[in-house]
């Protein structure tokens, strides 16, 4: 059983940076479409960016953090995959939630039904 932990929350000054990290135990994650969603207090849970498999390496991003974040693989550890957030701001404050979809199901986890969800690691950016 494929277990989600993500790790790099915190707070961050608006202009800032942090990087947020998904690790996988029970598996590797080289054959998952992996993505990070994120929900701020009252609103809906929302995607932010996905990746295909390794072997595909297909990005999506959100609009909003087209130009700012960035997803990428460890390229060592198949297990482990990040979110390079760069020029935070405050409405980028949420929840972080990474998820996979086994399979390399990059769509079906881009519109919100991946087989996986992490606990999630709070992001919290200052004005």
């Known amino acids: 059983q494929v277990q989600l932990v993500e790790s790099g929350g915190g707070l961050a000054q608006f202009g800032g940076s942090l990087r947020l990290s998904c690790a996988a135990s029970?598996?590797?994650?080289?054959?998952?479409?992996v993505g990070w969603f994120r929900q701020a207090p009252g609103k809906e849970r929302e995607r932010v960016s996905a990746?295909?498999?390794?072997?595909?390496?297909?990005?999506?991003y959100e609009d909003s953090v087209q130009g700012r974040f960035t997803i990428s693989r460890d390229k060592d550890k198949k297990n482990t995959v990040y979110l390079e957030m760069n020029r935070l701001k405050p409405e980028d404050t949420a929840v972080y939630y990474c998820?996979?979809?086994?399979?390399?199901?990059?769509?079906?986890?881009?519109?919100?039904?991946?087989?996986?969800w992490g606990q999630g690691t709070q992001v919290t950016v200052s004005s």
């Open positions: 990746i295909a498999s390794s072997q595909d390496g297909t990005t999506y």
């Open positions: 029970g598996s590797t994650l080289d054959t998952y479409a």
């Open positions: 998820a996979a979809a086994r399979g390399g199901a990059l769509l079906r986890l881009w519109r919100g039904q991946p087989t996986h």
